[in-house]
């Protein structure tokens, strides 16, 4: 090895070149996704081509340099083509265009203990395992007692792996794998073996390997681990590159990213629920108009907690709105700020002094504030049919930070039975820069005052 | 090609490796071993010398001893072939997460069905000898012949396992090549029987040439050059025939392979 090594230098010093561990030039990935699940000769045969497919870019001119010694990590969302990239380095897959150049011998840990054959020994495997990593038999007869101790499987070793389980499996893996000694690893989310203080031995591996100025290529959800371990950090989106550069600046960046993604997705979410609501309003008011769905909706009151939506349909709570102070549809907002819950209930029936509430309960379903119209002490008068009232709550909300849920309801004035309720309308996320137990604020003032003792 | 087969070379472990593997799968669990394999030629060969010297009375003196020495070198070459033909899509673990020359897989199952076929040869050996034969005078032409019968399994291997990662179906397809490959071979028939107008085809079929020769050296205990069929140049078209399909094997297996991880 040291041989070898001092050899490698010798190189490096003659062609500066050399330098470079990993290369990547302008590199395009277009996957074909056929339509056809399975191909086959006889579809070919009988259509006299191929069916249609979908061109698919998975990486849109990436170029980007690793030098001996490095430690680079790819980040990105799902499907960025992060796993595209390293199995393009570990030669698993061709570039549509581009160049993808590396010195050095490399080791790919994409998958551990792939090619385990569960009717082998551990043993058995390991020679196996070591051979398709690029490991001479020499080497692995040579390292076996290191593999062994380093998986802590000893006891197990010469039973076959399919007795083993899916953490032993990965664990044997990680052993070999480690042992195999390339100039550049890369690895792929597989860091997460194990117990702790197997994780922990993982890293201390990786660490020696990083000392002894090899080349590290890391694929990571973890983004920690990536600020780590890592001296450069790719950000990868879409295929493209989003940005390149030291692992902090660019592990923000993502991190905002990902914020900015997860909020979005939670609104889209919310969208999609309120849409579903609607339309089932709309087709209950369709139903209650044919006079036949009046009772079955009345008898459904009965487990009122765990149902959506309920009632005798008299009156329909309809056209929904969550509004901020500016009348912009919102569903969340900070602490304090004023918002307004606003609905339209149309009358199928003649209702003399129905009440109007709303109630809002934590994610627990905990009744967190609750109102309505008569304990406003408000008359709200006689509703023939046909007539429609517009309802407006404006709620100051003083609550600690968190996601409630806001239901609707209208009731007749006996306070016990209701023409229309809907549960869990809206989620509303509040932001509050302070955090405390609880769901209310109350606004504390905090002060010490120390005696000191005089012993 | 030339680097190709220098980079082969350097994966030269993992083949055997891959190969050991295979042939302790397959007689793992079985105190017996590798007698297990030897009972399947053996039945077949017993199902079919009561039928063509019992039942049909085809008159072929020692029977037995005529089908065995064809059937176990077409053995080596269908085995082969079906075992082969899956080898790329059952090992997508492998081809979808770790470089390495990919002819490696079909190889082994041919390095296994190899190993397999020689042990039969050395049991053959034996009981031939028992049995009072003196082909010997004439094994020297065997490893030659094997060789030779090699570089075709191989390119059928490549081939079939290539296009199957395309063509899924192409396993069914695949018995039923075999089985006409089978039945176009003197192998349960000698080639005299066949009409006149049909023997041309046959001889084209490398396998028969192959057959022919170890039937020569096992069961009509003949020179290679005075036993007719096959002359030089018979053989030589089956070599050549026998190439082709070796570099066609090859050079589609090449074409093929970089897109397997994508195909898979």
């Known amino acids: 090895m040291n041989k070898k090594e001092n050899r490698y230098r010798e190189k490096r010093i003659k062609n500066p070149k050399n330098d470079v561990a990993v290369d990547i030039r302008s590199v395009f990935k277009r996957y074909r996704i056929y339509h056809e699940k399975i191909p086959s000769l006889k579809n070919t045969i009988l259509r006299m081509k191929r069916t249609t497919f979908e061109e698919f870019l998975a990486l849109d001119n ?35 265009s581009g160049e993808v150049i590396v010195n050095g011998s490399l080791s790919a840990l994409l998958e551990l203990g792939a090619g385990f054959h569960p009717d082998l020994t551990g043993r058995e495997n390991v020679y196996i395992n070591a051979a398709i990593l690029g490991m001479r038999k020499r080497d692995v007869d040579k390292k076996m007692d290191e593999i062994i101790e380093f998986s802590e499987l000893a006891k197990f070793i010469d039973t076959p792996v399919k007795n083993y389980s899916s953490g032993m499996y990965m664990r044997l893996g990680f052993s070999v794998a480690i042992n195999v000694n390339p100039d550049i690893l890369l690895v792929d989310e597989v860091l997460a073996v194990g117990d702790q203080a197997f994780q922990a031995k993982c890293y201390k591996v990786i660490y020696n390997f990083m000392k002894r100025g090899k080349t590290i290529i890391i694929v990571s959800h973890d983004l920690d681990t990536v600020s780590d371990l890592c001296s450069k950090v790719v950000f990868l989106r879409n295929g493209k590159i989003e940005d390149i550069g030291r692992p902090l ?172 309720w809907i549960n869990d309308m809206f989620t509303l996320n509040v932001i509050h820069k302070n955090r405390a137990e609880g769901i209310s604020d109350l606004n504390p003032e905090i002060s010490l005052s120390k005696t000191i003792s005089k012993i | ?149 090699f570089f075709l399994v191989v390119g059928m291997t490549l081939l079939v396992s290539a296009l199957n990662v395309f063509f899924r179906d192409l396993q069914h397809l695949i018995t039923i090549i075999m089985m006409v490959w089978f039945f176009g071979t003197p192998i349960i028939y000698p080639l005299q029987m066949v009409p006149e107008r049909f023997q041309f085809i046959i001889k084209l079929n490398p396998m028969t040439v192959y057959a022919a020769y170890y039937r020569n050296i096992f069961y009509y205990i003949k020179y290679p050059e005075g036993a007719g069929f096959p002359g030089i140049m018979e053989t030589l078209i089956a070599v050549g025939i026998t190439l082709l399909i070796f570099f066609i094997g090859y050079f589609v297996f090449k074409k093929l392979e970089p897109r397997f991880a994508e195909e898979i």
């Not at chain 1, 044919?290 to 008898?299: K, T």
């Open chain 1, 249 to 420: 600046d660019i592990v923000t960046k993502y991190r905002a990213y990902i914020e900015e993604l997860d909020k979005k997705r939670i609104i889209e979410h919310q969208r999609a629920e309120r849409k579903k609501i609607f339309k089932t309003v709309i087709e209950d008011n369709k139903k209650v108009i044919d006079g036949e769905e009046i009772s079955r909706l009345s008898n459904l009151s009965v487990n009122e907690g765990t149902l959506k939506r309920f009632g005798s349909g008299d009156a329909q709570i309809q056209d929904i709105k969550l509004l901020d102070n500016k009348n912009r549809e919102v569903d969340f907002c900070k602490y304090g700020d004023d918002i307004k819950i606003v609905y339209e209930v149309l009358f199928r029936k003649k209702v003399e002094e129905p009440i109007f509430g709303v109630r809002i309960t934590d994610f627990k379903g905990n009744i967190v504030y609750g109102t309505n119209t008569r304990l406003n002490n408000i008359k709200t008068g006689i509703f023939k049919k046909g007539d429609i009232v517009k309802v407006t709550f404006r709620q100051k909300i003083s609550l600690i930070g968190g996601a409630y849920q806001i239901s609707l309801a209208v009731g007749y004035k006996d306070n016990k039975t209701y023409c229309d």
């Open chain 1, 62 to 96: 990436v170029s980007f340099t690793v030098d001996h010694g490095q430690t680079l990590g790819i980040i990105g969302p799902n499907g960025s083509g992060k796993s595209t990239l390293l199995k393009l380095m570990a030669k698993i897959i061709q570039p549509t």
């Open chain 2, 1 to 149: 090609m030339i680097k190709n087969f220098k980079i082969l070379f350097s994966y030269r472990e993992l083949l055997f490796s891959l190969t050991k593997k295979e042939l302790k799968v397959k007689y793992r669990g079985s105190v017996l071993g590798f007698f297990w394999s030897l009972l399947n030629p053996i039945l077949t060969m017993l199902v079919y010398t009561f039928v063509f010297s019992i039942v049909l009375r085809a008159g072929i003196k020692e029977f037995a001893i005529f089908l065995i020495c064809a059937l176990l070198p077409f053995n080596f070459l269908s085995n082969s072939v079906n075992y082969s033909t899956g080898s790329i899509i059952s090992n997508s673990n492998l081809v979808n997460k770790i470089y390495f020359p990919r002819e490696i897989l079909p190889l082994s199952i041919v390095l296994a069905n190899l190993f397999n076929f020689l042990l039969e040869l050395v049991a053959l050996f034996i009981a031939l000898t028992v049995l009072g034969y003196k082909f010997y005078l004439f094994i020297y032409v065997l490893p030659i012949l094997i060789f030779i019968q």
